[in-house]
């Protein structure tokens, strides 16, 4: 039997109050027992051998009592330590995009004053990395609001009313210059309280390598498809109105020798950068719109501005296709040997087309050819108003820095076609636009073989989204956002353009200039579709004109083939009248006589109006609706909308939400993929999602299948919320996800 004694322990962690057993018997095994740490001694008494007697004796409550708290206030300091540690590199995440955005601004003002100091210097307005098109050419005289001319009356003194009127003038003006200002600092303190959002063009030095593994994997599949289609040998993509276009054009500019464009000279003048002088802008776009009203005025307009503004001479390389109606051909600048792509509007209407959906039934060419002038003037009018409300005070090269923009570089008139040619219901303008040269779009990217990695596909969200937010903080809807409308660059990176249909949010849009239903907001789409309901007569002639599925788009386009096959002989003649009429100055003078004749039938039309009660829709908006129905293509375009809508900042939200989730998925949310192929499909689908208020849970599945990362799901849950009330807003955005623009 083994006889222990008590003593008190050392206390190697200077704590006191813990006792311990030590045995009397020195035997080697026990010996050996007691050298070993403090630790395992404990560790023995909690579970003592059998044999040996052993007196334990508790620990004092209060040194438990004093030990736990301890153990606490360790605990808790960590997690403050960590809690500071995470705000402070927050902190220092904002100081980094406040730092950067003053950066930005500061740069551009020292662009700005460069610029303006260099009295006589003008930089090249078609540059792409000139900023020409940023800041006013230096030395041009500046316009302010002026009182009335006296010319005329030199030597006389103006009349008491005469200073009466001019006292007027002077406090209209003065009070427009103070709501001016107050609208500006209203508006500046409105984005002094939006958060900074990074430039487009700094991702380089703001997202992480993996990211930018996509961007460059995307440059190398750009490269391949290019080769590609040089091997093969494809032809543009183009409709055959488009390939028409094109060899009408190419038969007015060679004198009717020939009608192949490529290596044809084409002559602008009146060439005016985008968006360097918003005066000017706004009275070429008033210009316009009075000539298409009055003949005489639009004769003198454009001989006047043939004689004044810069002129380039390009050289056609190559038929590029067709895009938003219009025909893109890739041209040379021959003083600076630039490459460029030069965007020609034209549309088509057949016969039937011309009776139901623009009520046109004269036998006479000429009044088709001036609406459909009219519809081709309205559209680029709709394009103009969208790049103003977006851009403020940019130009082009800084939109596509800044804010990651496709802007047209100038606009242009063709020299000889000022006014167009119209020739068997094809109508081509002369109003051109000359833009960077971009490598297709996104769309045709992602229907090629091509396999996109999920580095590729984040690299493409985050840089969408980035682009949305900027145009947010404008307070403009673009509503018709898609896939086809972001324009790739050679590195890998993309534009986005297409702003035909843009608003500022809240104003009524009368002009559907174009919007994609498989990707508009519910809310938005419910509204249009309230505007636009196809008579039975339109949708009979849209049916009778568009086919309803792709294959009868395939027999249609074979019908079309034969048919041309048939008349080539008449095409011909028609392209050498039509050639010959532009050299003459008929085509002018006959649009003009159309135009009056128009004008004339309109006033009637309107006076009946006025005088019968509220009858059917819009015809060129029901027609547009009931042929993408009919179609199939899932695009709704109309120069006319029945009643107003009004777009929100959020439907733009939705929009993106779709796009990100097919870019991740394959497939459009809430099963509408197959839906979205046609619009009366469609506009029952979002009927039921709102009706039933479906919820972005729903989506789980799928973005799990695909492996949307974490902080992805989460954004797009509050993206695609159905109804507009519950969504995410934009500052929400780029306060909680500012991780996602660089990671």
């Known amino acids: 039997m083994t006889v222990g004694a ?13 006792w311990n057993t030590v045995s009397t018997d020195t035997s080697p095994k026990e010996s ?20 040996q007697g052993v007196l334990l004796e508790p620990v004092e409550p209060e040194q438990q009592q004093q030990q736990q708290q301890q153990q606490q206030q360790q605990q808790q300091q960590l997690v403050e330590g960590e809690e500071q540690e995470l705000q402070a590199r927050n902190a220092q995440r904002r100081r980094l995009r406040r730092i950067h955005a003053l950066t930005t601004a500061l740069t551009l003002l020292l662009g700005a004053l460069a610029a303006a100091g260099m009295m006589g210097v003008q930089l090249d307005p078609l540059k792409p990395g000139s900023a020409a098109a940023a800041v006013p050419a230096a030395g041009a005289p500046a316009r302010r609001a002026s009182l009335p001319s006296l010319a005329g009356t030199k030597g006389k003194k103006p009349g008491p009313r005469g200073l009466v009127d001019e006292n007027k003038q002077h406090h209209h003006h003065h009070h427009q210059q103070q709501q001016q200002q107050q609208q500006q600092q209203q508006q500046g303190e409105e984005e002094d309280d939006e958060p900074p959002l990074p430039a487009v063009g700094s991702e380089d030095d703001r997202l992480s390598p993996t990211t930018l593994q996509g961007k460059h994997f995307l440059a190398e599949a750009l490269a391949e498809l290019e080769l590609l289609r040089a091997a093969e040998q494809r032809l543009p993509a183009a409709s055959a109105a488009g390939e028409e276009a094109v060899k009408l054009l190419a038969a007015c500019l060679s004198g009717g020798e020939t009608s192949e464009v490529t ?5 602008l003048h009146s060439l005016r950068p985008t968006n360097t002088d918003p005066t ?25 501005s043939s004689s004044r503004g810069p002129s380039r001479e390009l050289t056609v390389l190559r038929f590029l296709g067709e895009w938003n109606s219009a025909v893109v051909l890739e041209v040379r600048d021959e003083l600076t040997a630039e490459i460029f792509s030069l965007r020609i509007p034209f549309t088509f209407v057949s016969p039937a087309e011309a009776r139901s959906s623009l009520g046109v039934t004269s036998s006479d060419p000429r009044v088709l050819a001036a609406r459909l002038a009219r519809m081709v003037e309205e559209l680029g009018s709709s394009e103009a108003r969208g790049l103003r409300l977006a851009l403020g005070p940019l130009g082009a090269p800084a939109a596509a820095e800044i804010r990651g923009w496709a802007v047209p570089l100038a606009s242009a008139q063709i020299a000889g076609l000022e006014q167009g040619f119209f ?7 002369g109003n051109v636009q000359l833009t960077e040269r971009y490598r297709g779009d996104l769309q045709e990217l992602l229907e090629s073989a091509v396999q996109l990695p999920q580095q590729a596909k984040l690299y493409l969200a985050q840089r969408l989204l980035l682009q949305v937010l900027h145009l947010q903080q404008q307070h403009v809807c673009h509503n018709d ?48 579709f309230k505007g636009i309901e196809p008579s039975d007569d339109a949708a009979e002639a849209a049916e009778a004109e568009a086919p309803a599925t792709p294959a009868a788009e395939a027999d249609r386009e074979d019908k079309t083939d034969k048919s041309d096959k048939s008349d080539k002989s008449d095409k011909t003649d028609k ?8 050299a003459e100055g008929e085509t002018a003078k006959g649009e003009e006589n159309a135009k009056a004749e128009t004008a004339e039938g309109e006033a009637e039309s309107a006076a009946a109006a006025a005088a019968a009660p509220k009858a059917a829709p819009a015809p060129a908006a029901a027609a547009a609706a009931a042929a993408a129905a009919a179609a199939g293509t899932g695009t709704m375009t109309s120069a006319e909308v029945m009643a107003p809508v009004s777009p929100a900042l959020k439907s733009d939200l939705w929009s993106v939400g779709v796009l990100i989730y097919e870019l991740f998925t394959d497939h459009l949310p809430y099963e509408l993929t197959e839906p979205a192929y046609t619009v009366h499909l469609m506009e029952g689908a979002v009927r039921n999602l709102l009706e039933r208020n479906a919820s972005p849970e729903e989506l789980n599945e799928d973005m799990d299948r695909a492996q949307v990362p974490l902080r992805w799901q989460q954004l797009l849950r509050r993206l695609l919320q159905i109804k507009r009330e519950n969504r995410i807003d934009a500052h929400h955005i780029a306060t909680e996800f500012a991780d996602l623009f660089t990671s």
């Not at 008590?6 to 813990?18: F, K, N, R, Y």
């Not at 290596?263 to 002559?267: A, F, H, Q, V």
């Open 32 to 51: 050996e027992q007691q050298q070993q740490p403090q630790l395992q001694q404990q560790q023995q008494l909690q579970h003592p051998q059998q044999g």
């Open 423 to 429: 020739a068997d219901g094809l109508y081509v303008s």
């Open 280 to 304: 000017t802008t706004t009275t070429t776009t008033a210009t316009s719109s009075t000539s298409s009203s009055s003949s005489t005025s639009s004769s003198s307009s454009s001989s006047s």
């Open 263 to 267: 290596g044809l000279r084409i002559d």
């Open 575 to 582: 392209a050498e009248d039509a050639a010959a009429a532009a």
């Open 6 to 18: 008590l003593v008190e322990a050392p206390h190697a962690d200077g704590a006191g109050g813990v």
């Open 481 to 528: 956002l898609k896939f086809s409308g972001c324009f790739m660059r050679a590195d890998g990176s993309f534009l986005l353009g297409d702003f035909n249909s843009s608003v500022r949010a809240g104003e009524g849009m009368e002009v559907l200039a174009g919007t994609t239903p498989a990707y508009a907001e519910p809310e938005f789409l419910l509204e249009i």
